[in-house]
């Protein structure tokens, strides 16, 4: 125990005689822990945030998408499989189902006068605040009566109608959407971001002035809609409804096997999972490119810690020629290269829970700090210490003390 408490004390002074030589051999190790806890922190915000995102909408929804699996994995434009007929039978014919939205998405420019934006126009129903959460602001949102009579009206997101209409009252005014008037009826209550799209900067008008009169139709079975949100009754009914749709757009669609399905149901939880699987790895890999820098850092121990057994052979000769043994010289290098590992790595993680807390004060993200992120970076950086130590110590301690004298 003497031995070990005076080889750290020769260790500690040995690092500190040398400041400069210790702080860059701990800068690989720095960086690579302050790489990897930040890394898997931003990436735990970031999940944590799409979570929070889904389930502002209620964990009753449904979305209904068009195409096959295998073309919503591998096609950048769906086919458009589905139609508002589908969605009216959906709220006429699925007892689970409560409230059910469709829409038709499209980017186009609007214009007021000289101010034009380039931004999605959504082509919907009324159920759509009830389905989607939305609340109105001011004025109205769409009724019943626009979309039997196709009439060119718009209800404005926050965002788009402040970029129309700045320090204006944009309610009766017209703006052009593709050339065609549209009378602005309402603007809705900020909303934010979800996965990234901002949710108030987009306007929405009747779902059949949308297919009729801007995209225009193309399939003889009517208006075709990009998907179709439902919410269910309560939450113990989301696996009946999704039952009941899919045999109910079984039928209607003529399918007779679900692998030939020419939509796909997927409920919150579905999305979530997915969302889940693909952050998840995101932060795998972005900390495995970041522990990268921990072998680095590992790599300039060692070379460092080669550099001073050079240097210092006459002080291992005559520790030696006054009978130090081999384990003493050993255990010496070793507790150097731990103490640097350890050092840097505690230094890593504070910059790194530091970046964390800046990146939450700057950003929408709501980034951890992981215990086990930390305990398992100290672990590593002990350990790559450790095991890149070996080597150095090992020369040092098979020094032949009247080689190293005369070498000296």
């Given at each position: 125990m003497t031995n070990l408490i005076e080889s750290l004390k020769m260790a500690s002074t040995t690092l500190v005689a040398n400041k400069l030589r210790s702080s860059l051999t701990m800068l690989g190790i720095v960086i690579g822990n302050a790489s990897v806890i930040a890394m898997i922190g931003i990436g735990q915000g970031a999940q944590k945030l799409a979570e929070e995102q889904f389930e502002a909408l209620g964990p009753n929804v449904l979305f209904v998408v068009p195409g096959s699996e295998e073309s919503r994995r591998t096609q950048f434009d769906l086919p458009r499989t589905l139609v508002l007929a589908d969605a009216q039978a959906i709220a006429t014919q699925v007892p689970t189902a409560k409230d059910v939205a469709a829409q038709i998405n499209?980017?186009?420019i609007m214009s007021y006068r000289d101010r034009n934006v380039n931004d999605s126009v959504i082509g919907t129903t009324p159920t759509f605040l009830s389905v989607r959460s939305f609340e109105v602001e001011r004025g109205?949102?769409?009724n019943d009566v626009d979309i039997?009579?196709?009439k060119?009206?718009?209800v404005l997101g926050p965002e788009l109608a402040e970029k129309l209409f700045p320090n204006q009252n944009p309610i009766n005014k017209r703006i052009r959407i593709k050339n065609l008037s549209f009378e602005v009826v309402g603007v809705t209550k900020a909303k934010g971001s979800f996965l990234g799209d901002n949710q108030d900067r987009k306007a929405f008008i009747p779902i059949t002035t949308m297919a009729n009169q801007v995209v225009g139709q193309t399939s003889p079975y009517g208006l075709e809609v990009s998907w179709i949100n439902v919410t269910v009754k309560d939450e113990n009914s989301i696996r009946a409804a999704k039952f009941q749709i899919e045999n109910l757009l079984r039928l209607r669609h003529q399918i007779e096997d679900e692998q030939d399905d020419d939509f796909g149901v997927q409920t919150q939880q579905d999305i979530l999972t997915i969302v889940g699987t693909v952050t998840s790895g995101l932060t795998v890999l972005l900390a495995a490119i970041a522990g990268i820098s921990l072998i680095v850092g590992g790599i300039g121990v060692m070379n460092i810690m080669l550099v001073s057994v050079t240097e210092r052979t006459q002080e291992i000769g005559l520790r030696k020629a006054v009978g130090a043994q081999e384990k003493d010289i050993l255990i010496q290098f070793l507790i150097e290269a731990v103490i640097v590992s350890a050092a840097g790595g505690i230094l890593g993680i504070l910059i790194g829970v530091g970046g964390i807390i800046l990146v939450g004060a700057v950003s929408p993200l709501?980034?951890?700090v992981s215990p086990i992120a930390i305990t398992i970076s100290v672990g590593v950086s002990g350990a790559i210490g450790l095991f890149f130590g070996v080597f150095p110590a090992q020369r040092a301690a098979k020094l032949d003390?009247?080689?190293?004298?005369?070498?000296?």
């Open positions: 499209q980017t186009a109205r949102f769409l039997k009579r196709n060119r009206v718009v709501a980034p951890s003390p009247i080689v190293a004298l005369r070498s000296a």
